[in-house]
């Protein structure tokens, strides 16, 4: 050791000298002089054994060692910037509206969200993000030219995303979607709907199952009502670019029978009502919506290409409880100069899902539709497109008069 060394080159260095002073004091060296010396020396060595021994008592380490082995052993801690991840999107809207006894509708919108996500574990993720738009639980647009006046922001997402095993993801507050949307389609739930509650996920990349309870309103006396979800499906591998995606899905929203209005207490959004004794408006049926989907994902050419089905049914309704969409997506807008195109058939009756957490730009919003979605999108940059939306649809398809509804979107997009 480096300690040991000193030592002894400090007393051996001093003995040496002492000798070769008194040898050069006095001359020629005796025997009894050389007996002398050794026995300094072997005297000094005893002295070095001890100094160590005391050293080592006091937890004293070589220092040369020392630098090296804790260099190893504790590694630079990560600073808190490389924790925290900064997100989000904008996008500018033009929107045309056409609806068959309404005046036609030119208007400017915008929508914007931001989510700062935050990582202090390897299997813990929290996050937390504000969205334009306004309370409004399927849109984040909010709508310009009110007088240049300040625009609504409000808390879009609030979570904690808990890996507690492999595979396996708790994730519990305001949070985005955790049920496949076959085909990105909002059939059953619109892109935008941020569920409140707790949801359990498993994906081993081929199968998938996910569970959830929800809280989508308080009773009279403020305690929470409930409503749950169940999903189950799985992934086909054919090739490296064939994957055909199948599942079922099972939602209980039974409760709200007989109860007021979620959200507005005047618009259904296409369900049917009845009024009570009170004269307010209450669900006339309950919702227990079971979906089957399906969606291949492959190559055309160069290009990707995905066809989807997706079936529901309300087995809680009599009549008007089905929907179902038919789809496909060729090309992908994401590198620059890419673009996509795609064609959605959809018809959704009235009683089929609930009309709030439905599409809200499909016939305006709601059940009781059914049509046609075209798009189109060309990127910019990977994080700026444009995109095209035509819905033409039929409105109130149950009654004895549908009305055509046209709406055109031409959107600017940009994400960071």
Known sequence: MYVKGLLQALVLGGTI????????????TSDDQVQKLIER?????????????????????????????????APPAASWADK????????????????????????????????????????????????????????????????????????DLAYIDWAIVPDVHLVGGKMKNPFHRTGDNGLVWDSDLRPEGASIRWDNGRLFAVGGMFTPARDSGGSSEYVSGAQLGGRLQFSDSVILTLGASYFDLSDVKGGPLLYTDDDSAGNTVLTDLNGDLVYA??????????????????????????????????????????????????????????????????????????????????????????????????????????FINKTDQSSATERDYDRLQLDINFKY
Do not use: C
């Open 17 to 28: 000298a002492a000798g070769l002073a008194t040898t050069a004091a006095f001359g020629a």
């Open 41 to 73: 020396i072997d005297a000094q060595d005893r002295r070095i054994a001890e100094l160590e021994q005391a050293l080592e008592t006091a937890g004293g380490k070589d220092e040369a060692t020392v630098p090296a082995t804790a260099a190893k052993a």
């Open 84 to 155: 925290l991840q900064l997100k989000g999107d904008l996008r500018l809207r033009q929107e045309n509206i056409d609806a068959e006894g309404k005046s036609s509708v030119s208007r400017q919108r915008v929508r914007a969200r931001v989510a700062i996500v935050a990582r202090p574990d390897d299997n813990l993720e929290l996050g937390f993000g504000l969205a334009t738009g306004g309370d409004s639980p399927v849109s984040a647009n909010q709508t310009l030219g009110e007088g240049y006046s300040k625009k609504g922001v409000d808390v």
């Open 285 to 390: 049926t309950g919702f227990k919506e079971v979906e089957a989907f399906a969606e291949l994902a492959m190559n055309m050419g160069k290009l990707p290409i995905s066809l989807f089905f997706d079936y529901v049914n309300n087995t809680d309704a009599d009549e008007l409880n089905t929907g179902w969409a038919v789809g496909f997506t060729l090309g992908e807008a994401a590198d620059k100069g890419s673009w996509a195109v795609s064609y959605v058939y959809e018809d959704l009756e009235a009683d089929a899902v609930l009309g709030l957490f439905t599409d809200s730009d499909f016939g305006g919003g709601g059940t009781d539709v059914k049509g046609h979605i075209l798009g189109a999108a060309y990127a910019l940059s990977k994080r700026t497109n444009l995109a095209m939306t035509w």
